[in-house]
């Protein structure tokens, strides 16, 4: 098994360097892959950060990656919560932050706009202190 950095999944889903994509490509098509949550939460960043890509597609790709079939996610039940999440439109930072948090009693944050959305969606027990 080999755990990939964010630069393999960005170039799997921008193909913005050929050679390194096919190189991407080649690598799922040929190991185990494990891909680190942190990986997963910096990948969306740059994505939609730095490439401009809408949260659906960002959300879409990531879906796609994560179900390949030699892929492995960390702790893949709460990213597969936050993905969720964020698809009701919960940042997806914050919902892999709240997903990840789920063994503890409670969340606690300032963040009103994550509460709040948390609150709606039902995301398990979260406060302001």
Do not use: C
Request: hydrophobic share 50%.
């Amino acid at each position: 098994m080999i755990a990939v950095d964010t630069n393999i999944l960005v170039r799997l889903v921008t193909r913005d360097d050929p050679g390194q994509a096919e190189r991407a490509a080649a690598l799922f098509g040929r190991e185990r892959i494990f891909i680190p949550k942190t990986v997963m939460l910096e990948t969306e960043w740059v994505l939609r950060y730095s490439y401009e890509l809408s949260p659906a597609v960002v959300l879409d790709a990531l879906k796609r990656i994560a179900g390949l079939p030699r892929v492995e996610v960390e702790d893949d039940r709460s990213v597969a919560a936050a993905l969720a999440w964020a698809e009701e439109g919960m940042d997806f930072a914050d919902a892999l932050h709240l997903a990840s948090g789920r063994h503890a009693d409670a969340f606690a944050s300032f963040d009103a706009r994550l509460v709040n959305k948390a609150r709606a969606l039902q995301a398990g027990r979260v406060e302001t202190p």
